[in-house]
């Protein structure tokens, strides 16, 4: 799809992560893997639920990266008046109680993820390493630095 975020995609190396992480390490279970791949990708571009929990989870990361970058550009008035210290406060409030409800949020879709990959691995262990991988790109990526220019 046109403008679709490539953390959505289960590439190669996402193919080779879930390998590994199952360990199918061996070329004598190659035609196994390869099969079990197949089906597995079969299944995951039929579950909306799993893209629609990966939109998510890549929309709310985005946010809370957003918001990371925000914070650490902050600035507050530096006198030591009422004013000044009363926005003070205010800012620190505001940045804390959005730390927290950007963290909730995240916690809550990551245990979605972690429950839906539970329920696919009873029925396929691939499909299920293949979304453990998903999820973990997403959920532990970096934060990208802003760009100066």
Same mark, same amino acid.
């Given at each position: 799809?046109?403008?679709?975020?490539? %953390? %959505?995609?289960?590439?190669?190396?996402?193919?080779?992560?879930?390998?590994?992480?199952?360990?199918? !390490?061996?070329? !004598? $279970?190659?035609?196994?893997?390869?099969? =079990?791949?197949?089906?597995?990708?079969?299944? %995951?571009?039929?579950?909306?639920?799993?893209?629609?929990?990966?939109?998510?989870?890549?929309?709310?990361?985005?946010?809370?990266?957003?918001?990371? =970058?925000?914070?650490? =550009?902050?600035?507050?008035? #530096?006198?030591?008046?009422?004013?000044?210290? +009363? $926005?003070?406060?205010?800012?620190?409030?505001?940045? #804390?109680?959005?730390?927290?409800?950007?963290?909730? #949020?995240?916690?809550?879709?990551?245990?979605?993820?972690?429950?839906?990959?539970?329920?696919?691995?009873?029925?396929?262990?691939?499909?299920?390493?293949?979304?453990? +991988? =998903?999820?973990?790109?997403? %959920?532990?990526?970096?934060?990208?630095?802003?760009?100066?220019?």
């Amino acid at each position: 799809m046109p403008g679709e975020s490539p %953390l %959505l995609a289960c590439d190669s190396s996402c193919e080779n992560a879930a390998r590994h992480y199952l360990g199918y !390490d061996s070329e !004598d $279970e190659e035609a196994d893997w390869r099969e =079990q791949i197949v089906q597995a990708r079969r299944d %995951l571009a039929a579950d909306d639920q799993w893209r629609g929990l990966l939109s998510q989870a890549i929309q709310q990361t985005n946010s809370y990266c957003n918001f990371l =970058q925000q914070a650490s =550009q902050k600035t507050a008035p #530096s006198g030591n008046d009422y004013r000044s210290r +009363v $926005e003070r406060a205010q800012n620190s409030r505001y940045f #804390s109680d959005m730390d927290r409800n950007l963290r909730q #949020s995240l916690d809550r879709t990551a245990n979605q993820m972690q429950q839906h990959i539970q329920d696919a691995q009873v029925l396929s262990p691939v499909r299920g390493a293949l979304m453990y +991988v =998903q999820a973990d790109r997403i %959920l532990n990526r970096d934060c990208e630095p802003p760009v100066v220019r």
